[in-house]
């Protein structure tokens, strides 16, 4: 069954005078024509399609456009041209501070990233337990956020994420932020989301990882879509990139 499909997917930004000149100065130079607007394509033609139970891994140097795609699948932005078709409910962990209030508990933004995700509070409280232990901060859930270190934001932005069941799971780096323990945890949760049924999609700078864990991999460079398929040969076509075997 389809979870994921994008069709010829592409984002651009627009991208303009007024952060550097203000409002005042904006309004004078489009009334007098001078205002000037660029257009950035971060992405252009992505196309791929994810059945129920895949992972993907999202590989590219910087700047490759992976987190601007990931944000159009997650529906934070729409793309400007072309359609994704999502099936079910999306957790997406994108960035390690978003979605959390820096004042509240641990406790507090536990609940408010789960209703945020659209999660009850009856829901959140048979999870919570399992959240918090999961992550290892039961000594720590009184603290505020702004008080953990950043591996303890790390851990609980990903137990909420992994926890609550999303049909499809997106996560952009964060299984590289904690230590080795947890680590290790995070990547056998993962297999077990995999045996779950649920479609994941999963950006990181660690090859080794992407190999250990997925089972379909998209190659991106300069917003463009280089290669999708299976992992091995597409891993070993960017790692002999990587190493100046090949150029694009």
């Not at 947890?182 to 190999?211: N, P």
Request: neutral net charge.
């Amino acid at each position: 069954m389809t979870a994921l499909k994008l069709e010829n997917v592409s984002v651009r930004y627009k991208v303009g005078d007024f952060r550097n000149i203000g409002l005042k100065e904006t309004v004078i130079r489009k009334l007098r024509g001078t205002y000037r607007v660029t257009e950035f394509w971060a992405d252009r033609d992505v196309s791929f399609t994810l059945e129920r139970g895949d992972m993907l891994g999202i590989i590219g140097v910087n700047g490759a456009g992976k987190s601007t795609l990931l944000k159009a699948i997650a529906g934070i932005m729409a793309p400007s041209r072309g359609t994704i078709e999502r099936r079910g409910s999306v957790a997406a962990l994108l960035e390690l501070a978003s979605g959390f209030d820096p004042d509240l508990s641990i406790r507090q933004n536990a609940y408010l990233r789960g209703a945020m995700l659209g999660y009850t509070r009856i829901f959140m409280d048979e999870r919570y337990d399992e959240i918090i232990d999961f992550a290892g901060l039961r000594d720590f859930e009184e603290l505020s956020f702004k008080q953990l270190s950043t591996g303890m934001q790390s851990r609980l932005a990903f137990s909420i994420a992994c926890l609550v069941q999303p049909d499809i799971l997106i996560l952009d780096e964060v299984l590289s932020v904690g230590d080795g323990a947890f680590a290790a945890k995070s990547a056998a949760k993962m297999r077990e989301i995999l045996e779950s049924g649920a479609t994941t999609i999963l950006v990181s700078h660690s090859l080794d990882q992407i190999r250990e864990l997925c089972n379909k991999v998209l190659w991106l460079h300069q917003g463009r879509q280089i290669d999708f398929g299976g992992t091995a040969p597409v891993c070993d076509r960017y790692q002999a990139f990587l190493n100046g075997e090949i150029t694009l």
